[in-house]
Nanobody, 121 residues
Framework: EVQLVESGGGLVQPGGSLRISCQYS????????IGWFRQVPGSERKGISC????????VYTESLKGRFTNPRNGAKNTEYLEMNNLQPEDTAVYSC??????????????WGQGTQVTVSS
């Protein structure tokens, strides 16, 4: 059973940075893709970025390019979303999702529970 657990959300001041983690387990093979999404209550969930096990990485939302990245530091079974120069409009629940197809072009079959990010002074 694939499981995804996000962590690292919290309160951050405008202009600040935050790195949230997605710890995954249960993939049947070595291939996967992890997508990042965010949702504000009452609004649609929006895609942020995706990274695959073959290091393909893409940012879905043009306006977030350059501020949101998917760094890797060799941590086992963990992917990250690093967010810089955060603004109040970035406040949302951030979730990771996964597929076992090693491609960011497919949909996602598994979802984490989400972590709240609040940007406020």
């Amino acid at each position: 059973e694939v499981q995804l657990v996000e962590s690292g959300g919290g309160l951050v001041q405008p202009g600040g940075s935050l790195r949230i983690s997605c710890q995954y387990s249960g993939f049947t093979g070595d291939d996967y893709a992890i997508g990042w999404f965010r949702q504000v209550p009452g609004s649609e969930r929006k895609g942020i970025s995706c990274i695959s096990s073959s290091d393909d990485s893409t940012v879905y939302t043009e306006s977030l390019k350059g501020r949101f990245t998917n760094p890797r530091n060799g941590a086992k079974n963990t992917e990250y979303l690093e967010m810089n120069n955060l603004q109040p409009e970035d406040t949302a629940v951030y979730s990771c999702a996964a597929n076992e197809g090693n491609t960011c072009l497919e949909g996602f079959d598994y979802w984490g529970q989400g972590t709240q990010v609040t940007v406020s002074s």
